[in-house]
């Protein structure tokens, strides 16, 4: 049985920066693509970024490209977030998820087809 988890949330001063991973157990993550959302308190879901599991490409939400980065480590089976100048209004918690099959690509995944997801980190961005 896959499963993600995620890690690296923590409370951060706005400006500032931090690197979430999720890590895969159960599967190999070579042949899915994966993504990340979030989502803050009484507020909808939002895709972040995906990446590819074939040639890494990287896709990213209009509103989160320039500031976060997602990248892969598959020997590791894991997949990072890298945030750059937090802002107060990316606090929430922050997930990753992967397709039901292999086939559903990116842009299919950030529309929120995904089959399992972890359980999320929380990030704060606050003084």
């Known amino acids: 049985q896959v499963q993600l988890a995620e890690s690296g949330g923590a409370l951060v ?18 042949y899915y693509a994966i993504a990340w959302f979030r989502q803050a308190p009484g507020k909808e879901r939002e895709a972040i970024a995906c990446i590819s599991s074939t040639d890494g490409r990287t896709d990213y ?7 976060f980065t997602i990248s892969r480590d598959k020997e590791k089976k894991t997949v ?48």
């Open 13 to 30: 001063q706005p400006g500032g920066s931090l690197r979430l991973s999720c890590v895969a157990s159960g599967t190999t993550l070579d």
């Open 61 to 67: 939400s209009d509103s989160m490209k320039g500031r």
């Open 80 to 127: 990072y977030l890298q945030m750059n100048d937090l802002k107060p209004e990316d606090t929430a918690v922050y997930y990753c998820a992967i397709p039901p099959t292999i086939a559903v690509a990116c842009p299919v995944l950030l529309r929120g087809v995904y089959d399992v997801r972890g359980q999320g980190t929380r990030v704060t961005v606050s003084f």
